[in-house]
């Protein structure tokens, strides 16, 4: 590896380098999708994936965790189970049984739409956003727009890992956005 960097510091994102594996062509023809399969298999590699984005938050900078669909789902359990707070999922268009929010955006291969229970927070709850990559921004840009519209407080937004040449950071300047591993 060596060299590798990330807002989590060096070893970190070493760390997540050298457990994450590229399979070109997926989902579709031109992108190189990041497999992190290898990084949620192995438990220490994994706890200190969690420890760090509760180290970089602090155990009481938040009340609730966020998981996008779908491996941020298994981010967000974790991290939730760690501090002890609760865990919402924000899923694909359809997949909630109550009343929802829903925001619709663009992926780097085609468009989507996200949905929160409407009833999902307090007023004022503050919310971690987790996330295992982010591309273009726009999964992370509906997903704290659902947030806040659901009435909680973006309290942060951390990814496994930032692919900063698709400049998604660029459309959250006004958000505190955590990356262990940027490429």
Do not use: C, N, W
Request: a negative charge.
């Amino acid at each position: 590896m060596g060299g590798a960097t990330g807002d989590g510091g060096a070893v970190i994102a070493e760390l997540v380098a050298g457990h994450v594996l590229d399979v070109p062509d997926f989902p579709q023809p031109g992108v190189m999708f990041k497999d992190l399969t290898p990084l949620f298999a192995d438990g220490e590699a994994f706890r200190s994936v969690v420890d760090s984005i509760v180290d970089h938050h602090g155990p009481d900078g938040f009340d609730t965790v966020v998981g996008i669909e779908a491996r941020g789902f298994v981010l967000a359990a974790a991290v939730a189970y760690a501090t002890g707070v609760g865990v919402v999922p924000v899923r694909k268009a359809g997949k909630l049984p109550r009343e929802t929010v829903e925001a619709s955006y663009r992926l780097e291969y085609g468009e989507a739409t996200l949905q929160l229970h409407a009833d999902a927070f307090t007023a004022g709850e503050r919310v971690l956003v987790l996330d295992d990559v982010l591309a273009t921004g726009g999964t992370a840009e509906a997903t704290l727009r659902l947030v806040e519209e659901a009435g909680g407080v973006v309290a942060g937004l951390s990814v496994v890992i930032e692919l900063s040449f698709l400049k998604g950071r660029e459309k959250l300047t006004d958000r505190s956005v955590h990356a262990l591993l940027t490429l």
